[in-house]
C-alpha cells in the first residue's frame, strides 16, 4: 500500500492515519467536520484536501449508520481502488452499502477490537491497535485486493488479523464489547443522584468496572440500535443470573438457616463462574492472560513525573505489561501500579526504592 483515505478523523480514523502515516503511507483526511480535519492534520496524520488519484484503500471511521451509504459515495467518486471500514457492528454495514448499490466485491468490513471512551482526534494514539484483534469480514464476493489491502493496513497498524462472517462477528461482540457497555452505563447511572458521601469514596473497582461508560452517547446509540437483537439476548441472560443473585442474597440475609445455606452456595457458585470467565480473556497479543504483579509507587503530580518513572524502570530492564493509575483529585499525588513479571517485581520495588521512588509495600 503507498497511499490511503481515512474518512472520518476521530479517535479511530486518526489512530489509524497516525500509524499509516509514522509507517511512510501517503494518508489524506477527510471529515464533515472540518475541524477534526485540520486537527488530525495538526498531529502529523495525514494531509487534508483531494488526493489527486484514487488511494489504494479508502477507511470509513464513521458512525456504523453512515457507512453503507457512504461506501456507495466514495465508489461512485472513485475515492480508492478498494475500501475498508472499521464499523462496531458488520451485517448492518453490509446490507446497507449493498442496499445502496455499493460494489460489494471492492469492499471488506473491518472492526479493531481496541478503543477509548473518548472520542475526536485527541484521543487518538497511533499505537492504539498494537497487539489488539481486528477482525475482517470478507463476503463471498470480496475480491483479493480488497482482502490483501486490509491485511496490510491490519499488519501496518500492529494489530492481528481474524477474519469471521458477519453474524458471528456481530454475537461476538454483543458478548464482549456491547452488553458490556450497556451494563456499565447501567452500574454508572446508578451514581447520577447517589449521595456525594458515597460516591466520593470510589474506589478502583468501580472505576475500571464504569470506564466504559464515558463513550460518546450517540455513538453507543448507534452501535447498540445497530446490535440490538444480539445484545439484548445477552441481557437476557444477565437478568437470569442477576434475578438468582437477588434471591440469593434475600435467602442469606433471612431468618431461614437452609435457605441461607443454599443461597451462600448459590452465590459462590456465581463468583466462581465469574473467575472462570474472566481468566478466559485473552491478554496482550492474544496470549494467555498473563498473571502480572503489581509494584505500587507513589508520585507527585508534576508534569513528567510518569514518564521519569517508566524511564527509571527501564534503565533497570524491567518491562512494564500495563499500568494503572489511581489519581485522586484534590490531592498532589497519584498512585502508580506498574504491573510487571512476578519474577522481577521484588527487584523493580527495590531498585526503585534506591533510587528515591516511594515505593508502597
Ligand atoms: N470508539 C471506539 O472505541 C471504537 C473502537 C472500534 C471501532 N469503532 C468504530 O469506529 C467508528 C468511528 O468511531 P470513533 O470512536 O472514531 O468516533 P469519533 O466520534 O471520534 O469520530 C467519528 C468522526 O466521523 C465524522 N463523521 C461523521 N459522519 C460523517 C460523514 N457523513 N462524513 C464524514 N465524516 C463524518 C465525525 O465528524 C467524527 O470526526 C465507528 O464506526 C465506531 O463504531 C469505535
Ligand atoms: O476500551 C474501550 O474504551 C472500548 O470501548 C473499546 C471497544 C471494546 O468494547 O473493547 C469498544 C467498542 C469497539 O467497537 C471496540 C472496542
Known amino acids: 500500500m503507498r497511499s490511503a ?67 456507495a459515495e466514495a465508489q461512485r ?24 448499490g455499493a460494489d460489494l466485491s471492492r469492499f471488506i468490513g473491518g472492526h479493531p477490537l481496541a478503543g477509548r471512551e473518548r472520542s475526536g482526534p485527541l484521543a487518538a494514539r497511533a499505537d492504539l491497535f ?49 452488553a458490556p457497555h450497556l451494563v456499565a452505563a447501567l452500574m454508572a447511572a446508578r451514581l447520577e443522584n447517589a449521595r456525594e458521601e458515597s460516591v466520593r469514596i470510589s474506589g478502583t473497582g468501580i472505576r475500571d468496572l464504569t470506564r466504559i461508560a464515558g463513550g460518546a452517547p450517540e455513538l453507543w446509540e448507534d452501535i447498540l440500535s445497530a446490535n440490538a437483537p444480539a445484545i439484548a439476548e445477552v441481557l437476557a441472560a444477565y437478568a437470569e443470573d442477576l434475578r438468582a443473585a437477588v434471591d440469593a442474597l434475600h435467602a442469606v440475609g433471612g431468618d431461614d438457616a437452609e435457605a441461607a445455606k443454599r443461597g451462600a452456595a448459590d452465590l459462590a457458585d456465581l463468583l466462581r463462574r465469574g473467575n472462570t470467565g474472566h481468566a478466559r480473556i485473552p491478554g496482550k497479543h492474544g496470549a494467555a492472560p ?23 524502570a527501564g534503565s533497570v530492564g524491567v518491562n512494564i505489561e500495563d499500568v494503572r493509575i489511581d489519581h485522586s483529585p484534590g490531592r498532589e499525588a497519584g498512585l502508580v501500579e506498574l504491573m510487571v513479571d512476578p519474577t522481577v517485581a521484588d527487584r523493580l520495588a527495590t531498585d526503585l526504592a534506591a533510587a528515591g521512588w516511594t515505593v508502597q509495600s
Not at 490483501?148 to 492481528?160: M, P
Open 5 to 71: 483515505l481515512v474518512v472520518g478523523t476521530g479517535l479511530i480514523g486518526t489512530s489509524i492515519a497516525l500509524a499509516l502515516s509514522r509507517r511512510g503511507i501517503e494518508v489524506y483526511l477527510r471529515d464533515a467536520d472540518e475541524s477534526a480535519v485540520r486537527t488530525a492534520a495538526s498531529l502529523g496524520a495525514g494531509r487534508t484536501g483531494q488526493p489527486p488519484q484514487a488511494v489504494d484503500l479508502g477507511i470509513l471511521a464513521v458512525p456504523p449508520a453512515r457507512i453503507g451509504v457512504m461506501l
Open 77 to 100: 467518486e472513485d475515492w480508492a481502488r478498494v475500501y475498508t471500514d472499521v464499523g462496531s457492528v458488520k451485517a448492518l454495514v453490509h446490507g446497507a452499502a449493498e442496499d445502496a
Open 130 to 178: 498494537e497487539g489488539r484483534p481486528w477482525v475482517l469480514t470478507p463476503g463471498p464476493t470480496t475480491s483479493r485486493d480488497a482482502l490483501n489491502q486490509a491485511l496490510e493496513l491490519v499488519s501496518l497498524c500492529g494489530a492481528v488479523p481474524v477474519v469471521m462472517d458477519t453474524d458471528e462477528h456481530d454475537h461476538a461482540v454483543a458478548l464482549i464489547s456491547h
Open 290 to 312: 498473563a498473571s502480572y504483579t503489581g509494584v505500587p509507587v507513589l508520585i507527585s503530580d508534576r508534569p513528567g513525573e510518569l514518564a521519569r518513572l517508566f524511564a527509571a
